[in-house]
C-alpha cells in the first residue's frame, strides 16, 4: 500500500513538473512572438530619389541587431508625426528588393501631393534619421508552387513586384514580369528589369505604358487579360498582382474569363484610395467614453481626416483589405471609394475607402 502511494505521489510530481515546464515553455514562446510584433527603430543608411518620383530607402537597425528575414511581398508599417499637431500616422510600404538574410530593409517611397505621410518622409528621411518600423508583416507572399509565375504590377504596386521578382530568380522559377505604367518616366526600376531580362533565361519582362513618348518602341495602351495571356502563351501559372483596385478588379475578372483558375490569383492593393475630399463637414469621434468634434478639411479619406485629427486607428493596408481600421457609423452618411475586399459588418464602414458624404457621428472602439 505505502509502496502504491508512493509510487502514486511520484506521478503526481511529475505530472505537475512537466504542467509546470510546459506553463513556462508557452509563456517564453508568447513572450518572443510579442516581442517579434513589437515595432523597432530603424535608421536611413542610405537615401536617393529617382527622377522625383520615387524616394528609395535603405533602413538599418538602429540598434545595431540582426533584421529579421522576410517573404518577398511582405512590408514595413512605418510610423511618424506627420498628422496634425504632430499626431502619428502609421502607413504600410512594401518592401521593395529581397534578399534571404537582409542587411538592410529597401523601400520606395512615391511622392503624393496629398499624402501628409509620405510628404513627411521625403522631408524628413535623410541618412542617419531614425524612424518607427513595424517588424516585416503581411500575407501576400510568393507560394511555393512549381508553377510558373507571373507578376503584374501597376505604378508604385512595382514595389513588392521586384522583391518578389529577385526571390523568383534565386530559386530559379520561371517568372514574366508586367509593369505598367503612364511614360517612361514612371517606368520604376525598368532599367534594372531589363537588365536581368538579359542575364536571366527563365524571367521575361514586359513593361507597358499607357502615355509613351513618341519614340517607345514597347508596348502602348491599357493592357487587358487577353493580351496578358497571349503574351504567355497560355493560362497557367500563379498570377500576383498589386496596381489600383479598379485595374486589379478588371484584370482578375479577366484572366478567370481567360481560364485562369480564380485560386492562381493573389492581388495586393496598395495606398489609400483618393476621393474628392469634401472641406468643412463635422466629424463627431467617440472613443474611450471621450467625444471629439472636428471638421474635414479636404482630406482624401475618412482615415486621413481622423489621422490629421490625431485618431489613431490600426490600418495596415489602407486599402479596404485588411478590416483593421474599422469603426461603426452612428450617424450620417459616406461614399464608399471602392469595394472593400474585407467583409464589413452592419454599421460598420472602413475610413481608408471612405470619404464623408454628410456630418458624420462614430464609434472607435
Ligand atoms: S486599413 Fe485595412 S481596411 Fe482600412
Known sequence: ??????????????????????????????????????????????????????????????????????AAGQHLLLGAPAGRNGSTIRRAYSLAAWNPAPSAYALGIKREAQGAMTQWLWQHLQPGTEIEASPPQGNFVLDSAPEPLVLIGGGIGITPMRAMLHAALAAGRPVTLFQLARDQASLLYGEEFAMLATRHSQFTYWPQ???????????????????????????????????????????????????????????????????????????????????QVFATAGEPTLLAALEANAVALPSECRAGSCGQCAVRLAEGEVDWLVQPEHPVGDGEILPCVCTARSNLRLAVA
Not at 3 to 26: K, M, N, P, Q
Not at 42 to 57: F, I, P, Q
Not at 271 to 278: E, N, Y
Open 1 to 70: 500500500m505505502a509502496l502504491l502511494l508512493s509510487a502514486l505521489s511520484l506521478v503526481g510530481l511529475a505530472f505537475i513538473a512537466w504542467l509546470t515546464v510546459d506553463g513556462l515553455l508557452a509563456i517564453a514562446r508568447r513572450r518572443r512572438a510579442e516581442q517579434s510584433r513589437r515595432p523597432r527603430r530603424l535608421r536611413v543608411a542610405a537615401r536617393s530619389e529617382v527622377a522625383g518620383e520615387l524616394l528609395c530607402l535603405q533602413l538599418v537597425a538602429a540598434d545595431g541587431k540582426p533584421l529579421p528575414a522576410f
Open 209 to 291: 505604358l499607357s502615355r509613351p513618348a513618341d519614340d517607345w518602341s514597347g508596348a502602348r495602351g491599357r493592357i487587358d487579360a487577353a493580351q496578358i495571356i497571349d503574351v504567355l502563351g497560355g493560362s497557367a501559372g500563379r498570377f500576383y498582382l498589386c496596381a489600383g483596385n479598379a485595374v486589379m478588379d478588371a484584370l482578375q475578372a479577366g484572366l478567370v474569363g481567360q481560364g485562369v483558375d480564380a485560386a492562381a490569383i493573389h492581388r495586393e492593393a496598395f495606398g489609400a484610395a483618393g476621393g474628392a475630399g469634401l472641406s468643412g463637414l463635422r466629424l463627431a469621434v467617440e472613443q474611450g467614453g471621450r467625444e
